[in-house]
């Protein structure tokens, strides 16, 4: 029987979700507390430039993701992108794949996203931080801006990357928590820069394996860009953690350093962003391996689950195949 379901995060894992069960004819809910959906495959806008600044690309490997990028296409909300690749530091570390194709949301990386939470119509709410889940007589309660909301949820798919699940998690369901708390994600620094010219370096994008920078991108390079010249520089995972807490100005000042290093230009015109979650931490032990326990984590019992990048390898494809298999198990209801 149809079921009220409420998806936490509009992010491409909750999406996707979202879509299938209402495919199925379920009613679905999506709080998102961001002003926009797309969660980190997101677009800074800006005065007259625009820059993707946290998932630069997506590839596709699985049959169903495979159809479910052709119908973006078809859409007209993604294209390829073939940028003239550099690999900087040693060059092992980053093949060149030749063969591998490379998508991006167009004009922006936000709309894939964009265009799935159209078709979900009214069920998309923006600007709501959930802040809790309440046990209620018969199902879930969600608590925003400090006051329990209205509806009464048969089930809640938790769609957020994994240690803002846990704490969601901790006061309703801790076995659920601590599966997620023992994922750890790393940070990344993003600078984006503007330039009043067209800036050609002889490469589009960038593999950086020394220093601070792990990867570096023309964005006014990606298909269907519009506005000034821009480029987006990511630092990697370590230097990022090791400067959590370094004022922009001085990210900025250091990456903007090594770009010039690989052969790039200072701009004036910076724009940093620190990302806490932007990939999972390799881990070491071989002990509760993210994904370990499947594409997704659901409770029939408490009608809680879980979806995410984390849980499908970490990636664009694997938050979207995240959120069909979450969807599968509520559907099937064990
Ligand atoms: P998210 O996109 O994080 O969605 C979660 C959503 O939940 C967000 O919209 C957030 O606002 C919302 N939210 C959080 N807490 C709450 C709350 N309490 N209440 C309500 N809403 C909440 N992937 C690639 O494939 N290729 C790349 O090149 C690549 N590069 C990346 C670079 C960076 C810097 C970053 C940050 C990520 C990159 N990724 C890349 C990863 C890719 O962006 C993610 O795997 C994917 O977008 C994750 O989708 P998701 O739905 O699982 O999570």
Request: aromatic share 8%.
């Amino acid at each position: 029987s149809a079921q009220h379901v409420a998806v936490i995060g509009a992010g491409l894992a909750g999406l996707s979700c979202a879509t299938a069960l209402q495919a199925v004819g379920h009613r679905v809910t999506v709080f998102d507390k961001s002003r926009g959906v797309a969660g980190r495959m997101s677009t800074r806008r800006g005065e007259g430039w625009a820059c993707d600044h946290g998932a630069q690309y997506f590839t596709a490997r699985d049959s169903a993701f495979v159809a479910e990028l052709a119908r973006w296409r078809q859409a007209g909300v993604a294209a390829v992108w073939s940028p003239r690749l550099a690999v900087f530091g040693e060059a092992g570390q980053h093949r060149q794949d030749g063969a591998l194709q490379r998508f991006v949301g167009t004009p922006h990386m936000t709309a894939p996203a964009q265009w799935l939470a159209g078709n979900l119509a009214q069920a998309v709410r923006l600007g709501q931080p959930i802040e809790a889940i309440l046990p209620a007589a018969k199902g879930w309660r969600l608590q925003s801006g400090g006051a329990a909301l209205d509806d009464v949820f048969d089930a809640v798919l938790l769609a957020l990357p994994a240690p803002q699940a846990a704490a969601l998690l901790q006061g309703c369901a801790p076995e659920l928590a601590h599966q997620a708390a023992a994922v750890r994600m790393r940070a990344s620094w993003a600078v984006m820069l503007t330039y009043e010219q067209a800036l050609d370096l002889g490469f589009d994008a960038g593999f950086v394996n020394a220093g601070p920078l792990r990867w570096l991108a023309r964005n006014s390079s990606k298909p269907g860009r519009m506005g000034a010249e821009s480029w987006l520089l990511h630092a990697r995972a370590e230097w990022s953690e090791a400067n959590l807490q370094t004022p922009p100005e001085q990210v900025a000042a250091e990456l903007q350093q090594a770009f010039k290093a690989l052969g790039g230009v200072v701009s004036e015109r910076w724009t940093a962003h620190r990302w806490l979650y932007a990939d999972i931490a390799p881990n070491p032990t071989g002990v509760a391996e993210p994904g370990s326990a499947g594409p997704a984590i659901w409770d029939a019992r408490l009608s809680l689950g879980l979806c995410g990048d984390w849980l499908g390898g970490g990636k664009v494809e694997g938050a979207w195949l995240s959120g069909q298999a979450a969807a599968r198990r509520v559907i099937a209801g064990v």
